[in-house]
């Protein structure tokens, strides 16, 4: 069975997190690669899940890759087991539905892992909350799928009228057909301005996900936003430059372009 970018590196059967710190690495990494899956990877994943074939899995490893599978036949397995059958359905739903019912098991499958680690190694109720709260502090797969968090990242439309003094402000790359992408870079400190103007800037913009990997908007990064589902976008994480975004007349994330072409 295919993979997305090759099976799960660093899962083999010695593989065992043991502590907070190490299982929610773990978290990550899994959850990473089922958000290539379903976002970057997306059609690549949709063309694996036939219905015609047997029960299938999506499986996501520490690698951050994903993996297109049958479950695995020891009884009890070694890990729980990610939703079974997902392929059955891919034909009977919209394309958004049934990506979102996919996201949705596989965000109860990460938690799944995830707390079966803490059970297996003795978590105390202080680790387990602990684990809980670093797990909380990411949108889930389904929020990123369904664009739940788009409402978040609207948010970033309205820091053109932030003063360009201000430390990590927004720098407009206009297009030709007047569609604006934001690119984030730092701005010189006056001397009077302090940690307060940070703090402001961070507390405005903090809540901005990235529509692939997830993760809040920081400083020194540039972003685009895609002119289709208007999510926002790390530019590394769809390998797109400031230099390549002037050029662009309007563009598409993967998961949007991918549509267009089966459609």
């Known amino acids: 069975m295919e993979a997305g970018g090759g099976v799960g ?130 949108p889930t797969i389904f929020e990123i799928v369904s664009g739940s968090v788009k409402k978040q990242s609207k948010e970033k439309s309205s820091v053109s009228n932030h003063s360009s003094n201000k430390s990590n402000t927004l720098v407009f790359v206009k297009q030709r057909d007047s569609q604006v992408k934001y690119s984030r870079i730092a701005q010189p400190k006056d001397d009077d301005e302090g940690l307060d103007d940070d703090e402001e800037d961070d507390d405005e913009h903090g809540d901005t996900l990235c529509g692939a990997c997830g993760d809040n908007y920081a400083a020194d990064e540039f972003w685009i936003c895609c002119d289709i589902c208007e999510k926002w976008f790390h530019g590394k994480c769809v390998k797109i430059t400031p230099a390549r975004a002037e050029h662009i007349k309007q563009y598409k994330c993967p998961s949007c372009s991918n549509k267009r072409a089966r459609s």
């Open 9 to 138: 590196v660093g899962a083999g059967p010695n593989y065992n997190p043991r502590t907070v710190e190490e299982v929610f690495k773990d978290f990550k990494g899994r959850r990473a690669g089922l958000i290539k899956a379903l976002t970057n990877d997306v059609e690549d994943f949709y063309r694996q899940c036939d219905p015609e074939k047997e029960n299938l899995c999506l499986y996501g490893f520490p690698s951050e890759q994903w993996e297109v599978n049958l479950p695995a036949e020891e009884v009890p397995p070694e890990l729980p087991e990610p939703a079974l059958g997902i392929n059955f359905a891919r034909d009977g739903m919209q394309e958004k539905d049934w990506l979102s019912l996919v996201a949705v098991h596989s965000d109860a499958w990460l938690l799944s892992v995830a707390f079966y680690f803490g059970a297996r190694f003795g978590f105390d109720k202080a680790d387990r909350k602990r684990l809980f709260n670093m797990i909380n502090e990411f």
